[in-house]
């Protein structure tokens, strides 16, 4: 498997770890360092409990994943 394809799965374990469950500090800082972001995502997260995020598609070219 390539380091394209490992990004994809990457994000697309993430998506699946938080998309419509509670979304605790321990799957967060599994997947996240920045603490800034980590805040962003609980705050959103008390406004819209078990809020969910699809993506349609995934476009990943070297290190990034879009």
């Known amino acids: 498997m390539t380091q ?5 799965e990457f994000i697309l374990d993430y998506l699946n770890a938080i998309s ?6 321990e799957i967060l800082t599994h ?5 800034g972001l980590i805040d962003h995502i609980n705050f959103f997260d ?3 409990p078990k809020y969910e995020m699809i993506a349609e598609e995934l476009i990943a070219e ?3 994943v879009i």
Do not use: C, E, P
């Open 31 to 35: 997947y996240i360092s920045d603490q």
């Open 20 to 25: 419509g469950k509670v979304k605790t500090n």
């Open 46 to 48: 008390s406004a819209f």
């Open 4 to 8: 394209t394809m490992k990004n994809k």
């Open 62 to 64: 070297g290190n990034q």
